[in-house]
């Protein structure tokens, strides 16, 4: 499966964005999707999940009550929407896919996902 995200860009603290991660080449409802963000220097962080069919979702605590993850199975796009963004929240956004997932699992881990896009940039000026 090949994965793209759009919708990041320059926003101001306290604003909002919200990412799209669009599929192709794969059966999108057979995938958990994720959503991690990076840094240079540092590991890529999980930012949150989304499981198959049930859409539970899992976010990590940094952005919870900020951010929310929801998917569209009938347009294979997964969204990320960032609200009262924060400078630190800076980083370039990756999605990512995992297929051997079961039931309402959302893993936290990079190697969990098998397949990548390229990220998209998001810088929060102060």
């Known amino acids: 499966v090949q994965l793209v995200e759009s919708g990041g860009g320059l926003v101001q603290a306290g604003g909002s964005l919200r990412l799209s991660c669009a599929a192709s080449?794969?059966?999108?409802?057979?995938?958990?999707m994720g959503w991690f963000r990076q840094t240079p220097g540092k590991e890529r962080e999980f930012v949150g999940g989304?499981?198959?069919?049930?859409?539970?979702?899992n976010v990590s605590d940094s952005v919870k009550g900020r951010f929310t993850i929801s998917r569209d199975n009938a347009k294979n796009t997964v969204y990320l929407q960032m609200n009262n963004l924060k400078p630190e929240d800076t980083a370039r956004y990756l999605c990512?896919?995992?297929?051997?997932?079961?039931?309402?699992?959302?893993?936290?881990?990079?190697?969990?996902?098998?397949?990548w896009g390229p990220g998209t940039q998001v810088t929060v000026s102060s």
């Open positions: 080449g794969g059966t999108f409802t057979s995938y958990v």
């Open positions: 990512a896919a995992n297929s051997h997932s079961y039931g309402i699992e959302v893993p936290k881990t990079t190697s969990a996902y098998e397949y």
């Open positions: 989304i499981s198959r069919s049930i859409f539970r979702t």
